[in-house]
């Protein structure tokens, strides 16, 4: 006899007052300008917060465990949701240049959030595929957006092999559940023990396939070919969308699937390391050769996947701990320097790093905030990006992985050269012609680069503000519903 499972609206709430604002934005594009909708969208990304505090240790679930409102889901959410807040404000005063200044942009973006806030709420892997799959499509629309050849060709490599990964992805799914009987996470995590060598085979061949899917998503070296062309390629307030908000949402799951679902299935995490050397390599040397600012960022969004990706090596206590703080730090960040970019740049194709120079005594308030953002980038106290890689080092060397937190540190050194020569550039005088930035009022971008750069500092001072709040071992060990 069918059971219909319990639907309850309390764990909905922050992904329906999100989708509540992609279809205001779809319907009230025909009446109102495309800033009012931009403002009502920001109310919504608000209120979409206000529910998950109070679903604060509630531990509700949805749809019989489909879908589930714990507080790893709730403080992964809070990020996405800060970063989509990012992503609106700076679009305030960039999209009429960007040429994606219509209603359809504040849609297909909020259309995207809600499917990255069905990834970070997931109980089993089709709700996940189905979150996956919504911000995917609305991503690669957000990236041929704009009327020009390279949106469009940045978008169809977007496309092209976004889609490979979800069929990889989907195959990966499909083996699982033939292994273990089971889509939930949960139901997953109580079956990898004791399963026939026969069934441990496809649950093997199954999480190889899953990780090869969530590679493509979060641009893990060798399936990180799309993410330079295509944030070069992009408007930038969807460069900036697509490095952070979509990140997290694609780490969300990784963390939903290997340090819930398959933290006990053998086989996935010692390819993991090996695509993390490679992944902090590659990203590392790549960005040492770009002379293109927005390029540069890109190679190091890629760098910053492989620190990222340490954390999954950890126990779920340590990693999703570690994860939750970094991915917070690496919104701040990454979104501040982007918005930067978005200000002054003449053109979507963003500027080169020769055009810095000088940048201190033109803006000097936008000069000091990029340096802070780029020191944390490369991890240097006091902010907020060292603590990040300490963290991700240590769930490393927690799982045993010595010779790759030595890589790692090799690679931050490294690092340190890509960053730093810009920043010295901006306070060097320029003896050229003036330099042309765009100019006019920016408020919105002013205070989102103002947020990011205050939220690395204090922190990276202080840095149990967040960390002592992620940190509590309860929250990481009901990944899969223990």
Known sequence: MLTVPEVHLAPLLPVLIVLAGAVASTVLGFHLPRRALTFINLAM???????????????EAAFGGALQADNAA???????????????????DTAFRARVSFPEFDAMLMYAVTGTLLIA??????TMLIG???????GYVLATMQDSRQAEESGLKYFLLGAAGSAVLIYGIAFVYGATGSLNYAGIAAKTAGLTPG?????VGGALLLLAGFAFKVALAPFHQWTPDVYSGAPTSVSLFLSTVVKVAAFAGMLRVFGGALQNAPGW????????????????????????FKRMLAYSAVAHTGFLAMTLLGTPGMGGAAMAYYLLVYTLMTAAAFAIVAALQRSEKGM????LRGLYYRHPAYAVAL???????????PFAGFFGKYLAFQAALQGGYVWLAVLAALASVAALVYYLRPAMLMFMPDRTPAREYAHGERPATTFTVALGVIGVTVLGILPNLWYGWVANPGIWGALAGR
Not at 132 to 138: A, D, F, G, V
Not at 199 to 203: A, C, K
């Open 121 to 126: 709420f997931s109980g089993d892997l089709i």
């Open 199 to 203: 069934n441990l085979g496809v649950l």
């Open 45 to 59: 990304l608000v209120l979409s917060g206000i529910s998950m505090g109070y679903l604060w240790n509630s531990g």
């Open 74 to 92: 709730i403080l992964l959410g809070l990020t996405i949701l800060l970063g989509s807040a990012m992503t609106l404000l700076v679009s305030l």
């Open 352 to 355: 080169e790093i020769s055009d």
């Open 132 to 138: 996956l799959e919504i911000m995917s499509l609305s």
């Open 269 to 292: 995490a010692p390819v993991l390391q090996i695509l993390i050397a490679v992944t902090l390599i590659v990203g590392n040397a790549a960005s040492l050769f770009q002379t293109n």
């Open 371 to 381: 340096a802070a953002c780029l020191a944390s980038l490369a991890g240097l106290p």
